[in-house]
């Protein structure tokens, strides 16, 4: 045990931690007397407590052990946070690490940036409480919880040196997405894709009871990551000395583990590997007060959100929030001034390696245009309106086909769906590609290859992810699916467009690619399969978005669509919702028409 | 082997599958000339070929397979068809036991009765092709896939008798709200909810490729069974009379130990038990052509709809299709007159044991009316509009409270949500109920016990499919949830509102309590969570449904709360969306204005 770490290093990321912990309670609490220079007082603390303490503290320890490994091994790596609402701790790292201040440098290294960090949190006018787009490297804003781990894979397919570290929530793999999204691993290539590091957060509550992962034998937690395809390592405790050191010695095998599975793949093909993922099993609100009123509250759900309330009438309370904001030793951690001691300043990454900087988590500084054919070259001949008869998507089929083998030496352009690529009339794309498949396979097989850029799985929730988290870290593509069922991620739709018009305002996050529906079969064609298949509804659904964000598109026939497509595929920061017809339709309008 | 089944018995069950399989090809391909009395002709076809076969053969073998222990054990059993695009087999089945006939008169046993069984599926005027509300024995129509198992937990809680066969698509598995719906068992209490029987339909294919869960290894499948807390039984195979003599067994298995199970949770409090469920590995389109134009049919994804097209234009077609359908020996099935044959028919239950007739599947048959107290008795003193501050839901949880209480007895009230009931401030319920918990507890835990009535798991999806488990089993219940992710169901609402509409033109089909709704948390008030927590589109989604479906209600303050959800958990077959306040503010009506 005694290898990973010095006494020394174990001192320093110890301390690292307690700095993050001490500036994520700062900011659920304090307004002022940042440093604790002051007996702490009434006036200091802020009118309206907000915030989740709970989850943070185990946030911040992954976030310095991340650090660590990143500078061991040079790694290029970021962070998803499944559980979002620990915003404090993602706004607390990213400070440590100095991006925080970069971007907003309002919020400076000093006591008086301090002070403004701590007020601006979850404050009128201020930051939200979630790693939201205002939180410098994160792509996943974790308030509507689930879409954490098809997040990171979307980042890392084509991103060969890319480790995505998802830490997902024990309550958050309660959800469906969250649930079948472990099954990503077989269509990730790790010849072409990088890495994803899970991490099971399970500090064994949500926000008033005990996770179901928390309460299964440990035997049973092994079989489903086993079952998903993984091998578990497990790093269980509370004892920060021993914490540090098991977690140090994980990360190290599991990063080594990383590399030989890339390395084997990169010499020849193989088989669907083992990916390793971690299980850190810790208390929840690690390091908080042990219980309040009497009531357990560090290891339990109640220290979910604000563990002390009511400061201004429980003496008490905030006799306790002092005692236990100066149990981090602040006096330790940051000089008189309030800057960050130099010597644990040290154990950050450097520029872009610091997953508050990595241009990956801002995707629009990596973005490259796709190259694209000139749509008119596809033009179905219409010498008269209403004569041709024609299948729009097939038409579509082919220019598609055309941009995603002019972008496969770019490696940035693939298509997302569930199982309906084939009968959506796309099959064009299968001339130049494939279904991308890790898993077995048998002779008989079609269209199936490690390599495909066609994404298949039948989950609407991890198409839609994986899309999402590919276009935030910079590519294009898009999501083609039956119309009557693209409300099974409506509210991903949802959060998708908040996160962009948020972004509008954020002059540091680069506009990225549009994310762009192609619907089909839509209602006056849905005679086949009858009632549960005929939903227009979609479409109000959408326009009910702000309209700055959200377009939708209708286009008739079949030159309308490749005009249509040839310029959502252009457009930024767009959501596009196309409705096109895949059955044989009469064409009205010719290309110049069009 | 030779145990369970005598050769004649096993003779029988497989001439019964033939007839299920023959009446289900008959569904997608006649037109006229049922018993095949003629040679086939391209006039005896229909127009235009619709209906998925893939699926079919299996869940024939599934229902005739169920039939048998039904009769064995007197088993009072539902089937709950994943793949609900296999309607021609549920309608098939449900023909053969006699239900079909029953509630639809013009469709009788006999040659005139098969012809038009034939032609209204999937025809202008017709039967859908799903397993929807006009099928027998269905409360999952399948069209969406994802709901099966959740829907199946959701009928047999409070039903201790009840069994759930809940078959799977390995498709549907890799939907999210599937893939988390495996761990409802942790809150089911074999002391008095009934058994799920999960059989996992692992034909291999969707509609264009191969699933998941087929193309892994069988450790590794085990292995992910386990970890969900079951155990799997596997039925593996192609060979029809193997495939019986071992289906047979492990059913015998199955049911001894899921009896086995309930007898001792029914005698004492016990751990939660692991559950017995099969992994069914069958040919996609099983029995059906091997190859079609020299390419793998069978045991491939190209069964998934209709193997056989263009049979106009390919006489050869036409040819393989008269030889499929009388490889399954029509003349051994029916008699002269179209009659199904005697000793085959005996094979299927009586009465109600009958899966199609079972009432737990056409609920309003047994709903009992809650046993309500007056809601005025709760009502918040209003001296004068504007003065009184109060948080609306917690006076509406008194009320709810009570309601609970008044029906502990009946056993037909349940609360739904994510982990939300107390934030939502309806911690009265836990005066008189708990959570529902089978999974590990520890000493400081509130409010968990294995017959709890507040269902809290955090997936909008698994209480969504609950709830409508329950309700149309005839039982009441509510779902409260965060208006914001609400939209995370959209989906599954659209999906009810339309059973509730399809089922109004349906005379055998009794009315179901109402879906009720509670949201919270809107948006004025949630300056605390930010912008991904802030949505009010719930309700366009909605009223976007049909008005005779849908109520919204906007209750201003506590008493109109009140006096709405009274009204709503005594209504029928609507889904009821009640927006209300759960943080202070000022009331405006005494209870006589409200
Ligand atoms: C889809 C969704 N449903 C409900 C919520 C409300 N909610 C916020 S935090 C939380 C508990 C999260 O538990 P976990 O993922 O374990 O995070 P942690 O315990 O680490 O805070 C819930 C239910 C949400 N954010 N998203
Ligand atoms: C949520 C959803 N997405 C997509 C579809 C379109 N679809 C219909 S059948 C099917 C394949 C289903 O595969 P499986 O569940 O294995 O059923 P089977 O192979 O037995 O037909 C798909 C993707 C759907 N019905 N529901």
Same mark, same amino acid.
């Given at each position: 045990m005694a290898g990973v770490l010095t006494q020394e290093e174990l001192k320093k990321i110890d301390a690292y931690w307690r700095a993050a912990n001490y500036l994520s309670v700062g900011q659920i609490? #304090?307004? !002022?007397?940042p440093l604790l220079?002051? %007996?702490?007082?009434?006036?200091?603390?802020? %009118?309206r407590l907000l915030g989740h303490w709970g989850t943070t503290p185990g946030l911040n320890f992954i976030y310095v052990h991340l650090n660590r490994v990143i500078k061991k091994y040079d790694l290029n790596m970021i962070y998803i946070c499944g *559980?979002?609402?620990?915003g404090p701790g993602m706004v607390a790292n990213t400070f440590l690490e100095g991006t925080y201040s970069e971007l907003y440098?309002?919020?400076?290294?000093d006591e008086e940036g301090l002070k403004k960090l701590f007020k601006q949190f979850s404050f009128p006018g201020g930051i939200p409480s979630? @790693?939201?787009?205002?939180? *410098?490297?994160?792509?996943? $804003?974790?308030?509507? #919880? +689930?879409?954490s781990l098809a997040h990171a894979y979307g980042a890392v397919?084509?991103? %060969?040196d890319l480790i995505a570290a998802c830490v997902v929530g024990d309550g958050e793999a309660e959800t469906g997405p969250l649930a079948t999204a472990w099954h990503s691993n077989k269509f990730l290539n790790p010849a072409q894709d990088g890495a994803v590091l899970p991490i #099971?957060?399970? &500090?064994?509550?949500?926000i008033a009871g005990p996770t179901v992962l928390a309460r299964i034998d440990r035997s049973e937690l092994e079989s489903l990551f086993a079952g998903y395809g993984y091998k578990p390592y497990f790093v269980e405790g509370s004892e920060p000395e021993k914490m540090h050191r098991l977690m140090a010695e994980t990360l190290d095998d599991v990063i080594g583990e990383i590399k030989l599975i890339q390395d084997e793949a990169r010499l020849k093909d193989g088989a669907r590997p083992q990916w390793p993922m971690i299980v850190l099993r810790t208390?929840? +609100?690690?390091?908080?007060?042990? $219980? =309040?009123d009497g009531k357990k509250t560090e290891d339990f759900?109640?220290?979910?959100?604000?563990? #002390? @309330?009511?400061l201004a009438e429980k003496k008490e309370h905030l006799k306790l929030l002092e005692s236990w904001m100066k149990g981090y030793k602040p006096e330790e951690l940051f000089g008189?001034?309030?800057?960050?001691k130099r010597e644990l300043a040290e154990l950050a990454p450097q520029g872009d390696r610091r997953m508050g900087a990595n241009p990956h988590a801002n995707g629009g500084l990596l973005l490259k245009d796709l190259r694209m054919?000139?749509?008119? !070259?596809? @033009?179905?001949? =219409?010498?008269?309106?209403? =004569?041709v008869v024609a299948e729009a998507t097939r038409v579509l089929g082919k220019f598609l086909r055309d941009i995603m083998k002019l972008n496969g030496q770019q490696k940035n352009f693939r298509a997302f769906g569930p199982d309906e690529t084939a009968s959506n009339r796309l099959s064009a794309l299968f001339d130049v590609t494939n279904r991308a498949w890790m898993a077995q396979t048998i002779? $008989? !097989? $079609? &269209?199936? @290859? %490690?390599?495909?850029?066609v994404m298949e799985i039948l989950s609407e929730h991890t198409c839609q992810g994986w899309l999402e988290g590919y276009l935030l870290t910079g590519r294009h593509g898009f999501f083609s699916t039956y119309e009557a069922f693209v409300h099974i991620v409506d509210s991903m739709f949802n959060q998708h467009a908040k996160w962009l018009k948020v972004t509008r305002d954020i002059p540091w996050r680069r506009p990225i690619a549009s994310l762009n529906y192609l619907l089909t079969s839509h209602v006056w064609r849905q005679?086949? &399969?009858?009632f549960s298949h005929q939903d227009p509804g979609f479409i109000d659904h959408v326009v009910n978005k702000k309209a700055e964000i959200v377009r939708v598109y209708l286009p008739p026939d079949a030159n309308t669509l490749l005009s249509v497509a040839d310029h959502c595929l252009r457009s930024r920061n767009y959501v596009n919702v196309i409705v096109a017809g895949k059955q044989p339709a009469l064409q009205y309008l010719d290309m110049d028409a069009a």
């Open positions: 609490y #304090l307004y !002022d007397n220079k002051h %007996p702490l007082d009434i006036k200091h603390v802020k %009118p *559980p979002g609402h620990g440098p309002d919020i400076s290294q979630h @790693a939201a787009p205002e939180t *410098p490297g994160s792509i996943n $804003e974790g308030g509507e #919880l +689930g879409y397919f084509d991103n %060969p #099971l957060h399970l &500090n064994g509550y949500k208390p929840k +609100g690690w390091t908080g007060p042990k $219980e =309040v759900w109640r220290s979910h959100q604000v563990p #002390l @309330a009511d008189e001034g309030g800057e960050f054919p000139d749509f008119r !070259d596809y @033009a179905l001949e =219409v010498p008269k309106p209403g =004569v002779t $008989e !097989d $079609e &269209n199936l @290859a %490690p390599n495909g850029r005679d086949h &399969n009858g």
